[in-house]
């Protein structure tokens, strides 16, 4: 453990957070454009991969997880991994492709 | 306990365990909406074409507007943390106020799309919903609880923020002790990350 690091500052800067706000609000502006076109079947494919690069962005920098160290990392990927895997189940059993 | 006096009190504290614990609250949180957001998937599968019928009731103008709201409100989150780290008090009481207001905001806008939906009697267990397909029924019922459960927690979200705001004003946050700010943030922020998943799967699918 990096016992010396534990008081000092770390945080990114007002800039930083502000340009990740600005990317969201355009992910934003993106996800409802994109809602407008039919893609079929690959329109909720679109939406959850918008929406999954917004969360990326509020998980490495709003919550700080860039600059955690790596148990913060593994843990927050094993809790995701997990909720995959139900889905995943889940899909085993209802959809018969 | 130490009789020494010229020994610096020794304060012990764990930042990194306080957050590691946010943390694995918000994962018993992801379990919660986990379980909701399985059962969205299962019955959307299964009842595609009435959710489209059903989602074209929602207003996805209020909906990109509210989602605009609650990343705002995270920016400000985020920005209260960093103004207090750099030693201003005062803009950071300022963040924290002005992500209230953003919950706020956020809230009042639900009502009005709640009130609308009850007004045109899509409320649960209403006569003209229950006419409706069994898929609509579905839709409406997800509806009402994920985002009645996201708005408790964006209510809880406001009222821990305001506990922060006391505690920045009494010193008990302060520039070198500030988890307990980061912990609101967290819960604050994952709030958010819900909303970011809620507003496409419920309002743009027509």
């Not at chain 1, 770390?10 to 957070?17: L, P, R």
């Not at chain 1, 993106?30 to 690959?42: D, L, Q």
């Not at chain 2, 750099?86 to 905001?105: D, E």
Request: no cysteine; charged share 10%.
């Amino acid at each position: 453990m990096e016992g010396k690091d534990k008081h000092t500052i770390h945080n990114h800067s007002y800039t930083a957070y502000i340009i990740v706000w600005l990317a969201l609000l355009t992910f934003t502006a993106i996800t409802v454009a994109v809602a407008g076109i039919n893609f079929g079947n690959s329109t909720i494919a679109i939406a959850l991969i918008i929406a999954s690069i917004k969360t990326y962005l509020v998980l490495t920098i709003f919550m700080h997880l860039k600059l955690e160290n790596k148990t913060f990392k593994i843990f927050v990927i094993i809790a995701i991994f997990f909720l995959v895997i139900s889905f995943i189940l889940l899909f085993s059993d209802y959809s018969n492709i | 306990m130490s009789s020494e006096g010229n020994v610096a009190v020794h304060v012990h504290r764990d930042d990194e365990a306080s957050k590691l614990g946010m943390w694995l609250f918000l994962f018993t949180e992801l379990t919660l909406f986990g379980g909701l957001f399985l059962m969205y998937s299962v019955y959307r599968y299964t009842h595609q074409a009435d959710f489209h019928l059903a989602a074209q009731n929602m207003n996805t103008f209020i909906g990109a507007l509210n989602t605009a709201i609650l990343l705002t409100s995270s920016l400000t989150m985020a920005l209260s943390i960093t103004a207090l780290q750099r030693g201003s008090k005062k803009l950071s009481l300022s963040f924290q106020a002005i992500t209230i207001f953003f919950g706020l905001i956020f809230l009042v806008n639900k009502y009005f799309e709640w009130s609308h939906e009850f007004h045109i009697g899509n409320f649960p267990g209403s006569e003209s919903l229950l006419n409706k397909s069994q898929g609509e029924i579905l839709f409406f019922g997800l509806y009402y609880v994920m985002t009645g459960l996201h708005g408790l927690h964006v209510i809880i979200g406001m009222a821990v923020i305001a506990v922060m705001m006391k505690f920045t004003i009494n010193n008990v946050i302060t520039r070198t002790n500030y988890v307990k700010l980061e912990a609101a943030g967290l819960y604050w922020h994952l709030v958010d990350v819900i909303w970011i998943f809620l507003f496409p799967l419920f309002y743009l699918i027509s």
